[in-house]
């Protein structure tokens, strides 16, 4: 924050005396300095998910949803992303912090990778899978290859530069180590240029 704070006010308080290289140098510091804090923030999630007590119980999927499509407002907004939820959603085993953080994080990367130009389309829906509820977040982005779709959820495993879609490699990680504490399953079904279907699985 000191980092960042200090670049921002060379910005602003003496953006007249720099040359364009000066200027440069002092956007990429402050870029940086703000990726340096979601990757902390993003870290300390992921090692919260890890030591915390979690308590489980029957959650309510169409709230968790709501809570997310409020937090993301800015994004959505943003890029104009549309985004369906086919009611009713059923509900499952779990916590309700831990998904929140899960679908927060599918939500996001459902938005964020597409292609230029492209509006974001989502469709998030539940079905039954015998004793299992799944929930599924569909997108039409750019798709992941066949043998990228493991390594994803590992920490720091990314796909694409911070200068084609900004990130810190830890969000799908977040949600398999939140399934795994939730003692449910996760997975995706995806081709390159044809989007993706993340889903989630817990028992009723």
Known sequence: RAIQGFATAIEEDYG???DDLGKEYTRRLVISAQQMERL?????AYSRLSRAEIQIQTIDLSL???SVIR????????????????????????????????????L????????????????IWTEVKGY????????????????????????????????SYSGTGIGLAIIKK???????????????????RFWIESKK
């Not at 902390?40 to 300390?44: R, S, T, V, Y």
């Not at 959603?89 to 899960?102: A, E, R």
């Not at 996001?108 to 469709?123: E, H, L, T």
């Open 16 to 18: 007249e005396h720099l």
């Open 40 to 44: 902390i923030q993003d870290l300390l």
């Open 64 to 66: 968790i949803v709501a």
């Open 71 to 106: 937090q993301l407002e800015a994004e959505i907004a943003e890029t104009q992303a549309q985004i369906t939820v086919e009611q009713p959603l059923l509900s499952m085993l779990g916590n309700k912090t831990v998904l929140i953080q899960i679908v927060s994080n599918l």
């Open 108 to 123: 996001a990367n459902a938005i964020k990778f597409v292609a230029p130009g492209v509006i974001p389309q989502v469709r």
């Open 132 to 163: 299992n509820v799944r929930l599924w977040v569909e997108d039409n982005g750019i798709g992941i290859e066949t043998p990228h779709q493991d390594r994803i959820f590992r920490v720091f495993e990314r796909l694409h530069g911070n200068e």
């Open 178 to 196: 939140g399934m795994e504490r939730l003692g449910g399953k996760f997975g995706l079904e995806s081709n390159i240029n044809q989007g993706s």
